[in-house]
């Protein structure tokens, strides 16, 4: 492969930090880029858990630090932001993968399950990517990456709140965009089928539901984890330099269909 195309996607000397990594699709996601070169800071509520996903980074002879927070409280993601610049440098990668899908029917969604969803799905993608901003000027530009989902364009059952707060990624994703593109930190977003994850547990736990959506996909069959690698690695390197405010569906072909 020549040169110029490997540096394309090299992240080598790339600090990139990705929130929900104790678990999913951030986990895989952080496991994704600190195999393409970049050294990882791994955020969530369970210490434990990260150290498991910082321990498998390690294993590959990557590194990886932890950073355990419970980014609902707001005070949290201004402590987080400050404290990872003291690990390998500023971040000039964020993944906002950190979640929830509370599956609550319409009658029984709450002012507070509301606030949470929209808190930790929407709220703190913004807030923490402005809080490291600032590092990214510095280091010339950054590259973010929030995910969507089917949610983000189609409704499914029981799930108000959380398409609304996904519905919101897709516009929050152009808005970050057209705010900060002109210092060279472009924001994109990845929108996901159906993968198997804590999230999707009530549908790989139902045989025919997933089946059904595994025969409304253009492919034939739900996602794996490494279906997400190619995306990911391409819009944190600087191949995606000309790509912002963009979602990326993978999906199989779901969303076209």
């Keep these: 492969m020549p040169s110029f ?5 090299d992240l080598k000397g790339r600090v990139a930090m990705v929130t929900g990594a104790s678990s999913g699709i951030g986990r895989h996601m952080a496991l994704t880029l600190a195999a393409a070169g970049a ?3 791994v955020v969530g509520r369970d210490r434990d858990r990260l150290k498991d996903t910082a321990a498998e980074i390690t294993a590959l002879d990557h590194e990886a630090m932890i950073l355990p927070a419970d980014l609902l409280v707001r005070d949290e993601v201004e402590r987080v932001a400050k404290e990872s610049a003291g ?9 906002n993968a950190a979640g ?3 599956r609550e029917p319409a009658d029984d969604i709450t002012w507070e399950s509301w606030d949470q969803t929209q808190n930790i799905n929407l709220g703190v993608p ?3 990517a402005r809080e490291l901003v600032g590092g990214m000027r510095q280091k010339g530009g950054g590259n973010i990456i929030n995910i969507a989902s089917l949610q983000s364009w189609r409704a499914f059952p029981d799930s108000v709140a959380y398409g609304a707060s996904k519905g919101g990624i ?8 057209e705010a ?3 210092d060279g930190i472009v924001t994109n977003a990845i929108a996901p089928g159906f993968f198997p994850t804590e999230l999707t547990r009530p549908v790989f736990d139902n045989p025919a539901l997933l089946a059904a959506n595994a025969s409304r996909t253009a492919v ?8 997400l690698d190619g995306a990911t690695i391409f819009l944190a390197s600087r191949a995606a330099a000309y790509i912002s405010g963009q979602v990326l569906a993978v999906d199989g072909g779901f969303t076209a269909k």
């Excluded at 690990?87 to 993944?95: C, E, M, N, Q, S």
């Excluded at 897709?170 to 965009?177: D, E, G, H, V």
């Excluded at 034939?220 to 279906?227: H, T």
Aim: overall charge negative; glycine content about 8%; proline content about 2%.
């Design 5 to 9: 195309v490997e540096d394309l996607f």
């Design 39 to 41: 050294h990882l800071i």
């Design 87 to 95: 690990f390998f440098g500023a971040p000039d990668i964020l993944v």
């Design 100 to 102: 929830i899908n509370l």
């Design 126 to 128: 913004f807030f923490l």
């Design 170 to 177: 897709a516009q929050l994703t152009r808005a970050m965009a």
């Design 180 to 182: 900060w593109s002109k």
């Design 220 to 227: 034939g069959r739900n996602g794996e984890m490494d279906d």
